[in-house]
């Protein structure tokens, strides 16, 4: 019998949303195969990661937090791949990646992690960014290739996609 996926969450009427220090004991560490896609997915992520440590310092990009939430469908976990606190910039960056682009990803962030940096930084603009290796042709959203548009303080928009590699 084929394994289903488990629909992604969109938070209703979001009650508390705390950030939390460690990854929940009931959580196993994910522990693909190295030649797999699952694989290169989580390179690429600690590649995007270790890309804005070195870029914005160590104490300000978190990479795999870790989010215990609770909404109108209950209590909830969530990690969304990078995030990315104010230094002396008054947004916080969420980032999720991608090894191809993908509309699925900014559903995720706009339904969920948006809303959850939201509450947990409610004082702080968010700002969500798809970072993806591979652009589609036909990708009708606004789009970037680099970083220093993602943390231009003067840019308006919201949801972005970045394609880096």
């Known amino acids: 019998m084929a394994k289903r996926r488990k629909k992604k969450r969109k938070i209703k009427l979001l009650k508390s949303a705390t950030l939390l220090d460690l990854r929940p004991e009931k959580i196993p560490e994910p522990k693909p195969n190295k030649r797999s896609w699952a694989a290169a997915g989580l390179r690429y992520e600690k590649q995007?990661?270790?890309?804005?440590?070195?870029?914005?310092?160590?104490?300000?990009?978190?990479?795999?937090?870790?989010?215990?939430?609770e909404d109108a469908g209950g209590k909830g976990l969530c990690s969304p791949d990078v995030i990315v606190l104010p230094d002396d910039r008054d947004f916080v960056v969420v980032v999720e990646c991608k090894l191809t682009v993908s509309k699925a990803a900014l559903?995720?962030?706009?339904?969920?992690?948006?809303?959850?940096?939201?509450?947990?930084?409610?004082?702080?603009?968010?700002?969500?960014?798809?970072?993806t290796h591979n652009l589609k042709l036909k990708w009708s959203e606004p789009t970037t290739f680099r970083w220093s548009k993602i943390f231009d303080p003067k840019a308006k928009w919201k949801y972005i996609t970045l394609n880096w590699r």
């Open 48 to 69: 995007v990661a270790d890309y804005l440590r070195a870029k914005y310092g160590e104490e300000h990009v978190l990479h795999g937090p870790w989010i215990d939430y």
């Open 107 to 131: 559903t995720e962030l706009r339904t969920l992690y948006v809303p959850l940096a939201e509450s947990i930084w409610p004082a702080t603009k968010v700002r969500a960014v798809q970072a």
